[in-house]
């Protein structure tokens, strides 16, 4: 009976250690290395990128690129992201910098005080993220949980967490170092998550050293759901 009281306990605790863990918050920068207005978003996205419980990403855009500049870390299906986020959010138009949190809220990216503010809210709303773990490096299992009607997206994201600095030589910045932090290499939409338990196959990466993350999102644009990252 002692031993049964104990184990109660120790379980009891646990599970309380578990609620008590905060998911982080996902912030996410639309920004171009040819926007004239983006290198101060890009600096406070690198130290926002540095914060406890938050998980910052750089993604570039390439609609900046008809000024001369082709944008060495663009790629179109960041900006479909961005537009899922126009339309989700009932805005006129895409732009940079722009800053999407936790995909529910969004701030022009040089408000900074406003973007701390809906960081903080974020991290201090109610969460009940489905569990998600890895599997070895090439499988994630995400567990049960609430879903929306119409599901949610699993997303792969790999992204580099160096500071990367390029000087582009057209445009805006033509001849000014532009460094971005976090900048996503890759997005793959793995499949629906219905609120059962479901194994994703994860690829290979395409380079060394970008680091996963997986997302629960809400389709087109939504909510995000849960976050997770393989133990380094």
């Not at 408000?111 to 903080?120: I, M, N, Q």
């Not at 460094?179 to 196959?201: H, M, S």
Request: some cysteine; aromatic content about 8%.
């Amino acid at each position: 009976m002692r031993k049964a009281s104990l184990f109660s306990l120790i379980l009891l605790a646990s599970s309380a250690g578990a609620a008590a863990a905060r998911p982080a918050v996902l912030v996410e920068l639309f920004t171009a290395q040819g926007c004239g207005s983006c290198n101060e978003a890009n600096g406070y996205l690198g130290k926002l990128a540095e914060r406890p419980g938050v998980i910052a990403l750089t993604f570039s855009v390439d609609y900046w690129d008809y000024l001369g500049w082709t944008d060495t870390f663009a790629k179109p299906e960041y900006a479909e992201r961005q537009k899922a986020y126009v339309t989700r959010l009932k805005l006129r138009e895409p732009y940079t910098p722009q800053v999407v949190i936790d995909g529910h809220e969004e701030v022009q990216g040089l408000k900074t005080a406003e973007v701390d503010r809906l960081v903080r809210a974020a991290a201090a709303a109610p969460h009940n993220p489905p569990d998600i773990r890895f599997v070895g490096p090439r499988r994630v299992d995400v567990g049960s949980g609430r879903v929306a009607k119409g599901g949610a997206d699993v997303w792969l994201i790999r992204y580099d967490p160096r500071a990367i600095e390029v000087t582009p030589k057209a445009g805006d910045n033509r001849g000014e170092a532009v460094v971005q932090k976090n900048v996503v290499r890759e997005i793959r939409r793995l499949g629906a998550w219905r609120g059962r338990p479901q194994a994703y196959r994860l690829p290979a990466p395409s380079d060394d050293g970008l680091k996963t993350l997986i997302v629960v999102q809400g389709p087109k644009g939504g909510r995000v759901l849960g976050l997770a990252q393989p133990k380094s």
